[in-house]
């Protein structure tokens, strides 16, 4: 499997931005899909995710109500829209895949990406 995240760069605070994350298998919907953010010198957190059966959506306290993740199974894609975007949002965003789970914890997380990384100036 392997997942290709796009959509990274550098915008101002308050701008939007959305981050997509290609998987490479028919099987999409049989996995639940994750976003998660990494600063240097700190933990990968978790951001978002998508259940893959259902699409239930779950956030992290600190995006909620300004980020929507979302998923598009005939192209096999899952997206991460971001608004309102803070200094503190700056961070490498990882798009990973969890088969059949539904999981906020990063080692649940069968496949990942490599990053896209936002920087959100203040």
């Known amino acids: 499997v392997q997942l290709q995240a796009s959509g990274g760069g550098l915008v101002q605070a308050g701008d939007s931005l959305r981050l997509s994350c290609a998987f490479s298998?028919?099987?999409?919907?049989?996995?639940?899909m994750g976003w998660f953010r990494q600063t240097p010198g700190k933990e990968r957190e978790f951001v978002a995710a998508?259940?893959?059966?259902?699409?239930?959506?779950y956030y992290a306290e600190s995006v909620k109500g300004r980020f929507i993740i979302s998923r598009d199974n005939a192209k096999n894609t899952v997206y991460l829209q971001m608004n309102i975007l803070k200094h503190e949002d700056t961070a490498v965003y990882y798009c990973?895949?969890?088969?059949?789970?539904?999981?906020?914890?990063?080692?649940?997380?069968?496949?990942w990406g490599r990053g896209t990384l936002v920087t959100v100036s203040s």
């Open positions: 990973a895949a969890e088969y059949k789970g539904t999981s906020w914890y990063a080692d649940d997380y069968d496949h």
């Open positions: 298998r028919r099987t999409f919907s049989d996995y639940t």
């Open positions: 998508v259940a893959w059966s259902g699409g239930s959506a």
